[in-house]
């Protein structure tokens, strides 16, 4: 049995900033591709089109009419690029059989498989052993897919969703991800990185789970959609058996791990920056990381500095502590100020992202996450237009209350040039253009301007801050 899994294009995730945003391997189907080999299927290939940026025509040049079966991953954003890629599988071959994981069909699975006739079945949740369950059946020709807990399908023109299937417990017994099926050195961190000089190499790089999950309960995130809130923890030998293969295999100098919360288990953590020292030291690895402002204490900062970690990312999401209450942050604005505060006399570069258009927001609320993006003063800040992320909380609520302005699942992408959600105090008109407002007065303060100046380095660190200044200032005055 021949297996084909698709990366589709992620285009519509980042529309103007394609080219900044990094290039990330599609983690989730090399863990896939990974099982499936361990566990008897050894005709299986990964085809990544965002990293090969291939057109329709590529597309149909590289789906062999033999392949059995396609599956791809999706977000709510290429959800539209993956059923492409399934029309175009179905058009060379209308026996192949088509498969969709991930956020969208998690949260909608019954809407999705109705909506789209191009899509055979959907794996609900973690996808390891229910894609596995579901070609087993194939190739045995079962036809009984009711038994299969997290899949759903369609026949005779009804969709069936059925059982969920709980969640892996021990994520330790999966093997190392197949990165040998996928372009390594095609993939890069955000461009931004490259503005941070000293002795930090940035490729070869990988993206890296030290774990899967996350307990908090912000309204506007999908990770519980997947992750049901509940993290689940590799082993620091887990850990370093990857690491291991990755630095034998691709002489790995970057990681960035993307771990809901970096610093979630501060016990596990002291470990496992024993580890990246030790890399650190040895084989010149160093790594970023996420992590949230109520984690963050300055001996574990200087001990992650000294480990190897060149950069910090944070969601601050508001500067008003009504609006981060309302989306159960769990987070004061003081513990902002206190977190950048250490991030910066430790002297490790951050960002932070913050939402605009929450429901609630006003002009006041506004002006306050602006004030306070500029007081904490980051390396990068980010101004997102809140998107109503399928299967959230803020989608639910939003739909319920007709503060939807949009329902077209295929509009909403990450960095959204409309807004999706009414707001009672501001007009679209007026959200835009504080965003607007929001980029020029962030990147544009003589002392902002100053501190990069100081840190240059690089030819390359100035390439970027001409770049990064022309993209800024396009968001500044876009229409």
Known sequence: ??????????????????????????MGLLCIAAYMRENGFKEIEILDIQAEQLNKDEIKNRISKDINIIGCGSLTPNLKNAVEVFRIAKSINPKIITVLG?????????????TFKEI??????????????LCSYIEKNRKDYENINGLTFRRDNEVNVN????????????????????PMKKYSPPAHHTSFGGNVKLKPFTIF????????????????????????????????????YLIKNYNIKCLEFNDENFIINKDRLNKLLDLLQDYHDKNGLSWNCLTRVDSVEEDILIRMKKAGCYFIRFGVESGSQT??????????????????????KVGIPSSASFILGYPGETKETLQETLDLAKEIDPIMAFFFIAIPIVGT???????????????????????????????????????????????????????????????????????????GALGALSLSKEK
Request: charged share 30%.
């Open 1 to 26: 049995m021949k297996i084909l899994l698709v990366n589709p294009s992620h285009q519509e995730v980042y529309k103007k900033v394609p080219t900044v945003a990094g290039l990330s391997q599609p």
């Open 209 to 244: 789970f030290s774990l899967r999950g996350c307990p908090y309960r912000c309204t506007y995130c999908a990770s519980k959609v997947m992750w049901q809130r509940k993290v689940r923890y590799r082993s620091i030998e887990n850990v370093k058996k990857e690491i291991d």
């Open 102 to 114: 991930g956020d969208h069909i998690t949260a909608l699975p019954k809407e999705t498989i109705e």
């Open 120 to 133: 055979d079945f959907g794996v609900i949740g973690e996808g390891e052993i229910t894609f596995h369950e």
């Open 323 to 344: 609006i981060l209450n309302a989306m159960k942050k769990d987070i004061t604005v003081q513990q902002v100020k206190d977190a950048f505060k250490l991030v910066n």
């Open 163 to 182: 059982q969920l299937r709980g969640l892996i417990e021990d994520i330790n017994i999966l093997p190392i991800p197949a990165y040998d099926l996928v």
């Open 393 to 467: 909380e803020l989608y639910n609520e939003t739909k319920q209350k007709n503060l939807l302005l949009n329902s077209n699942w295929t509009d909403w992408v990450q960095m959204a040039e409309t807004p999706m959600i009414k707001t009672e105090n501001l007009s679209s008109e007026n959200l835009m253009e504080f965003r607007k407002k929001a980029y020029k007065e962030f990147y544009f303060r003589p002392k902002y301007i100053w501190k990069l100046a100081k840190g240059i380095r690089t030819k390359e660190q100035i390439k970027f801050y001409i770049k």
